[in-house]
C-alpha cells in the first residue's frame, strides 16, 4: 500500500491566522417586504401557492484555477543541493462551448484580484480558447451567459516539472466555488508535504472550517480549525503543521459568508529521489455511492510497493462494509481480496489495487452509510542521478457525481485520452443497456473539429485516445443521448501524459458539470416586515 504527501513549507503558506473561534457572528435579520427565493421559508409554506414565477436571467459562470505550485522554502534542505533544479512550466488553458442556441459564451481569463483581465474569450473572433503563460497566481474564468442560456466554459492549470522535488505534471480542472468541499488524498507523514490552498474569488470574506481525518480518526488541530480569507485573496496552509504525521488525509472545508475553491498540493521524497506531486481537487459530498473515473493502471501484482489505491472514509459514526466493484474493459472485474471491506468511522483507509488487469477502469463504491472516496494511480520511473531509488509519479483522481452534460478544456502539451465509464443505479451496476452519449472534440476558434455518437454498455468502462479525434482540440465536452436506459449514467475523466526519458508523467482532470438552467424563480409577497 503506497503512503502519499508532504510535510514542507513555503513562501505562500499561512502560517498566523489559523483562528481558533472565540466570538460569534451577530446576523443582521433585515427582512425584505418582497422576497425571491427558489422555494418558501419554512415559515411561509402556506402562502407558497400565491408565488409568482417570473423569468430571470442566467447568471455569469465563475471558475477559480489554481496558481503555481508551491516551491520548497529555501534554506529548508542543504544549500549545495538545488531542490527545484528546473522552473515549473505553468499555464492555464480555459475554452467555452456552444450553449443550446448554438452560441457560445465570451468571457475573460485574469489574476485573483486584479482589476483588468488578462485574456479573452471571444468566440466573434475566432477565440473560443485562451491561456495564459507562466501565471503569478490563481486565476479566475469568468463566462457571460449565451443568450437565454448558462455560459459553457471550462479551464485548466497545468505545471510541468521535469526534475527535483517537485517532479511531476500536476493539472486540474478549474473549479465553481463552492461552500462545502471534500478534499480526498494526501499525507503528512515525514518526506511528504501537504499545503491546503484556499482560494476566494468573491467579493466578501469567507470563514472557513477546517476538518482533518486520519488513519486513526478524525485529527484535533494544532493552532485551530478556522481560516479568513479575504475578498479577492489566497491562503496556504501547512497541514503538516496542523496535522501532523498522519498516514492518509482527508480534508473539509465548509465555507461562511462566500464561496471558496480548494485543493492540496501533495508531493512526497523518499531520500533524494521524487516521488510524484499532484493537486487533491474537491470531490463528491459523502453519499452512498462514489464513483471514481479515471483508474488507469498497468501490469501489476497485489505485492508491489507502489500499487494505485483507493482512498475511502466514512466520516460519521457507524461502521460500515463498503462494496467496491471495478468496472474494466468487459465489464466487473474482480478486485484480488478487497471486493468488500470493513471501514471504520472516521478512519482514512487505502485499499490497494494492485493485481487488476492493465486497463482503464471506474470504481463503485457502495456503503449503508454516507462516505466519500478518491483513487491514485501510480507510473514507476527510472532511477535519479543520485541514489538508486526509482523516480515515481502519482495522480489523485477525485470522485464526482454522473449523469449531467459536461465539458473539460485540454492542457496544451500533454497527450490526451477519455476514460468513459456507464454506471446503472441500482445495487447491480451492470443492469441496463448501453448508454449513449454525444461527443464533441472543440477547436480554439469553438467550432466542432469532430462529433461522434460514443456508446458503451452498463457495467464498463472505455479508453479513447484524443489524438484520434482531430489536432489541436482545445475542449472535449460529453452530453447524454435522450434515449438512455432508465438509470445508466456516464462518469467520465481526461487523463493527460507527458513522456520523457525517466519515464511518463500523467495527471487526472475531471470535467466541469454545466451550471443549473434556472429561468424562473417563484416571488412571492413576505408575510414579516422589520428586523427580527
Same mark, same amino acid.
Given at each position: 500500500?503506497?503512503?502519499?504527501?508532504?510535510?514542507?513549507?513555503?513562501?505562500?503558506?499561512?502560517?498566523?491566522?489559523?483562528?481558533?473561534?472565540?466570538?460569534?457572528?451577530?446576523?443582521?435579520?433585515?427582512?425584505?417586504?418582497?422576497?425571491?427565493?427558489?422555494?418558501?421559508?419554512?415559515?411561509?409554506?402556506?402562502?407558497?401557492?400565491?408565488?409568482?414565477?417570473?423569468?430571470?436571467?442566467?447568471?455569469?459562470?465563475?471558475?477559480?484555477?489554481?496558481?503555481?505550485?508551491?516551491?520548497?522554502?529555501?534554506?529548508?534542505?542543504?544549500?549545495?543541493?538545488?531542490?527545484?533544479?528546473?522552473?515549473?512550466?505553468?499555464?492555464?488553458? =480555459?475554452?467555452?462551448?456552444?450553449?443550446?442556441?448554438?452560441?457560445?459564451?465570451?468571457?475573460?481569463? =485574469?489574476?485573483?484580484?486584479?482589476?483588468?483581465?488578462?485574456?479573452?474569450?471571444?468566440?466573434?473572433?475566432?477565440?473560443?480558447?485562451?491561456?495564459?503563460?507562466?501565471?503569478?497566481?490563481?486565476?479566475?474564468?469568468?463566462?457571460?451567459?449565451?443568450?437565454?442560456?448558462?455560459?459553457?466554459?471550462?479551464?485548466?492549470?497545468?505545471?510541468?516539472?521535469?526534475?527535483?522535488?517537485?517532479?511531476?505534471?500536476?493539472?486540474?480542472?478549474?473549479?465553481?466555488?463552492?461552500?462545502?468541499?471534500?478534499?480526498?488524498?494526501?499525507?503528512?507523514?515525514?518526506?511528504?508535504?501537504?499545503?491546503?490552498?484556499?482560494?476566494?474569488?468573491?467579493?466578501?470574506?469567507?470563514?472557513?472550517?477546517?476538518?482533518?481525518?486520519?488513519?486513526?480518526?478524525?485529527?484535533?488541530?494544532?493552532?485551530?480549525?478556522?481560516?479568513?480569507?479575504?475578498?479577492?485573496?489566497?491562503?496556504?496552509?501547512?497541514?503538516?503543521?496542523?496535522?501532523?504525521?498522519?498516514?492518509?488525509?482527508?480534508?473539509?472545508? =465548509?465555507?461562511?459568508?462566500?464561496?471558496? =475553491?480548494?485543493?492540496?498540493?501533495?508531493?512526497?521524497?523518499?531520500?533524494?529521489?521524487?516521488?510524484?506531486?499532484?493537486?487533491?481537487?474537491?470531490?463528491?459530498?459523502?453519499?452512498?455511492?462514489?464513483?471514481?473515473?479515471?483508474?488507469?493502471?498497468?501490469?501489476?501484482?497485489?505485492?508491489?510497493?507502489?500499487?494505485?489505491?483507493?482512498?475511502?472514509?466514512?466520516?460519521?459514526?457507524?461502521?460500515?462494509?463498503?462494496?467496491?466493484?471495478?468496472?474494466?474493459?468487459?465489464?466487473?472485474?474482480?478486485?484480488?481480496?478487497?471486493?468488500?471491506?470493513?471501514?471504520?468511522?472516521?478512519?482514512?483507509?487505502?485499499?490497494?489495487?494492485?493485481?487488476?488487469?492493465?486497463?482503464?477502469?471506474?470504481?463503485?463504491?457502495?456503503?449503508?452509510?454516507?462516505?466519500?472516496?478518491?483513487?491514485?494511480?501510480?507510473?514507476?520511473?527510472?532511477?535519479?542521478?543520485?541514489?538508486?531509488?526509482?523516480?515515481?509519479?502519482?495522480?489523485?483522481?477525485?470522485?464526482?457525481?454522473?449523469?449531467?452534460?459536461?465539458?473539460?478544456?485540454?492542457?496544451?502539451?500533454?497527450?490526451?485520452?477519455?476514460?468513459?465509464?456507464?454506471?446503472?443505479?441500482?445495487?447491480?451496476?451492470?443492469?441496463?443497456?448501453?448508454?449513449?452519449?454525444?461527443?464533441?472534440?472543440?477547436?480554439?476558434?469553438?467550432?466542432?473539429?469532430?462529433?461522434?455518437?460514443?456508446?458503451?454498455?452498463?457495467?464498463?468502462?472505455?479508453?479513447?485516445?484524443?489524438?484520434?479525434?482531430?489536432?489541436?482540440?482545445?475542449?472535449?465536452?460529453?452530453?447524454?443521448?435522450?434515449?438512455?436506459?432508465?438509470?445508466?449514467?456516464?462518469?467520465?475523466?481526461?487523463?493527460?501524459?507527458?513522456?520523457?526519458?525517466?519515464?511518463?508523467?500523467?495527471?487526472?482532470?475531471?470535467?466541469?458539470?454545466?451550471?443549473?438552467?434556472?429561468?424562473?424563480?417563484?416571488?412571492?409577497?413576505?408575510?414579516?416586515?422589520?428586523?427580527?
Amino acid at each position: 500500500m503506497t503512503d502519499d504527501v508532504n510535510a514542507g513549507t513555503s513562501s505562500r503558506v499561512w502560517r498566523g491566522r489559523i483562528l481558533r473561534a472565540t466570538t460569534a457572528v451577530a446576523a443582521l435579520g433585515l427582512v425584505a417586504a418582497v422576497v425571491a427565493s427558489p422555494r418558501p421559508a419554512r415559515g411561509d409554506l402556506a402562502g407558497a401557492s400565491d408565488a409568482t414565477l417570473v423569468a430571470v436571467a442566467p447568471p455569469r459562470t465563475t471558475l477559480v484555477c489554481a496558481g503555481p505550485l508551491i516551491l520548497p522554502a529555501a534554506g529548508s534542505a542543504d544549500s549545495a543541493f538545488n531542490r527545484v533544479p528546473v522552473a515549473p512550466v505553468t499555464r492555464v488553458d =480555459a475554452v467555452t462551448a456552444p450553449g443550446a442556441d448554438a452560441t457560445a459564451a465570451t468571457g475573460s481569463l =485574469a489574476l485573483l484580484g486584479a482589476a483588468t483581465a488578462t485574456a479573452a474569450l471571444d468566440p466573434s473572433t475566432g477565440s473560443a480558447s485562451a491561456g495564459i503563460d507562466g501565471p503569478s497566481a490563481p486565476v479566475v474564468v469568468q463566462a457571460d451567459p449565451a443568450g437565454s442560456d448558462p455560459a459553457r466554459a471550462a479551464g485548466v492549470t497545468s505545471a510541468l516539472v521535469t526534475a527535483g522535488d517537485l517532479r511531476g505534471l500536476t493539472a486540474s480542472s478549474c473549479q465553481r466555488p463552492a461552500t462545502d468541499l471534500w478534499l480526498v488524498g494526501g499525507s503528512t507523514e515525514i518526506s511528504s508535504s501537504a499545503d491546503l490552498v484556499i482560494d476566494n474569488a468573491g467579493s466578501t470574506s469567507s470563514d472557513v472550517t477546517v476538518e482533518v481525518w486520519g488513519p486513526s480518526g478524525k485529527v484535533e488541530l494544532a493552532g485551530g480549525e478556522h481560516v479568513l480569507v479575504a475578498p479577492g485573496s489566497e491562503q496556504v496552509v501547512g497541514l503538516p503543521g496542523i496535522a501532523a504525521e498522519q498516514r492518509r488525509l482527508v480534508v473539509h472545508l =465548509a465555507a461562511a459568508g462566500g464561496n471558496i =475553491a480548494a485543493h492540496v498540493q501533495d508531493s512526497l521524497l523518499r531520500g533524494f529521489t521524487p516521488a510524484g506531486t499532484d493537486l487533491v481537487v474537491p470531490g463528491a459530498a459523502p453519499a452512498t455511492r462514489q464513483v471514481v473515473s479515471g483508474i488507469v493502471v498497468g501490469a501489476s501484482t497485489v505485492a508491489d510497493s507502489d500499487p494505485a489505491v483507493l482512498r475511502v472514509l466514512v466520516p460519521g459514526g457507524t461502521a460500515a462494509t463498503a462494496q467496491i466493484t471495478m468496472l474494466g474493459p468487459d465489464g466487473v472485474v474482480a478486485l484480488p481480496g478487497a471486493d468488500s471491506i470493513d471501514v471504520a468511522p472516521g478512519e482514512v483507509t487505502d485499499v490497494p489495487l494492485g493485481g487488476l488487469p492493465p486497463g482503464a477502469y471506474t470504481a463503485v463504491v457502495d456503503a449503508p452509510v454516507p462516505l466519500v472516496a478518491a483513487a491514485m494511480i501510480t507510473r514507476p520511473g527510472l532511477p535519479g542521478e543520485l541514489d538508486d531509488t526509482p523516480t515515481l509519479e502519482r495522480a489523485w483522481v477525485a470522485s464526482a457525481t454522473s449523469g449531467a452534460g459536461s465539458l473539460v478544456a485540454v492542457p496544451r502539451g500533454t497527450s490526451a485520452s477519455l476514460v468513459i465509464g456507464a454506471v446503472a443505479a441500482g445495487a447491480d451496476t451492470t443492469a441496463g443497456g448501453a448508454v449513449t452519449a454525444n461527443l464533441r472534440a472543440l477547436g480554439p476558434d469553438g467550432s466542432v473539429v469532430t462529433e461522434r455518437a460514443i456508446s458503451v454498455a452498463a457495467g464498463s468502462t472505455t479508453h479513447l485516445d484524443v489524438a484520434n479525434l482531430g489536432l489541436g482540440v482545445t475542449g472535449i465536452e460529453l452530453e447524454p443521448a435522450g434515449d438512455d436506459p432508465a438509470g445508466v449514467r456516464f462518469a467520465w475523466s481526461l487523463i493527460v501524459t507527458v513522456t520523457q526519458a525517466d519515464g511518463e508523467l500523467v495527471s487526472v482532470l475531471l470535467p466541469t458539470p454545466d451550471g443549473q438552467d434556472v429561468k424562473q424563480v417563484p416571488v412571492r409577497a413576505g408575510t414579516r416586515l422589520g428586523l427580527g
